[in-house]
T-cell receptor, first 116, second 113 residues
Framework: DTGVSQDPRHKITKRGQNVTFRCDPISEHNRLYWYRQTLGQGPEFLTYFQNEAQLEKSRLLSDRFSAERPKGSFSTLEIQRTEQGDSAMYLC??????????????FGPGTRLTVL | DQQVKQNSPSLSVQEGRISILNCDYTNSMFDYFLWYKKYPAEGPTFLISISSIKDKNEDGRFTVFLNKSAKHLSLHIVPSQPGDSAVYFCAASSGQYGNKLVFGAGTILRVKS
């Protein structure tokens, strides 16, 4: 049973550098979500895809952030010119998508980003 | 604007007793509610969910109750075990909003043996 996987698990970078994270969803899942979690808070929604189409982006997602899901399979989240405030756990989740009465999201292990 | 609130930052329970975690929400458009368990440095693990057309859902030791008129849900764990010690997040979603999850801030549960 392969769940949601994320790579890398940890990333330490210097301010101003670009970073890219990858998420591989559960294979039959059509929807893929990105969330960000900071200490003491619950995860916050960033963006989501239905197959390869990006359907919504949160106001939290500044223009330094970009996400893609080519071919509707894996997804990447890129942060350009990182800032210390970007330090957080970046979580990916996937779900079967619309048409299911209860669309449960399953999360990956997350990527912990530290910006020095 | 916190649409989902977990007002108890922490809860301590003796092993074998019942743990009750509470969650309140404000948006009446939410129609699906979930509980996730999270260990440090890991992603949230799905525990149990409930649709707004139900008022109770049970899965083994875990039961979720939904009171729509009060916009309140709770998670009961019976009996509590030391391995249940973790952070528990309540989340809500709506098909109107693309099913994106809105999370509470979490409750730290400690089960003492």
């Amino acid at each position: 049973d392969t769940g949601v996987s994320q790579d890398p698990r940890h990333k330490i970078t210097k301010r101003g550098q670009n970073v890219t994270f990858r998420c591989d969803p559960i294979s039959e899942h059509n929807r893929l979500y990105w969330y960000r979690q900071t200490l003491g808070q619950g995860p916050e929604f960033l963006t989501y895809f239905q197959n390869e189409a990006q359907l919504e982006k949160s106001r939290l997602l500044s223009d330094r952030f970009s996400a893609e899901r080519p071919k509707g399979s894996f997804s990447t989240l890129e942060i350009q010119r990182t800032e210390q405030g970007d330090s957080a756990m970046y979580l990916c989740a996937s779900s079967l998508g619309p048409g299911t009465s209860t669309d449960t999201q399953y999360f990956g292990p997350g990527t912990r980003l530290t910006v020095l | 604007d916190q649409q989902v609130k977990q007002n108890s930052p922490s809860l301590s329970v003796q092993e074998g007793r019942i743990s009750i975690l509470n969650c309140d929400y404000t948006n009446s458009m939410f129609d699906y509610f979930l509980w996730y368990k999270k260990y440090p440095a890991e992603g949230p693990t799905f525990l149990i969910s409930i649709s707004s057309i139900k008022d109770k859902n049970e899965d083994g030791r875990f039961t979720v109750f939904l009171n729509k008129s009060a916009k309140h849900l709770s998670l009961h764990i019976v009996p509590s075990q030391p391995g249940d010690s973790a952070v528990y997040f309540c989340a809500a979603s709506s098909g109107q909003y693309g099913n994106k999850l809105v999370f509470g801030a979490g409750t730290i549960l400690r089960v003492k043996s």
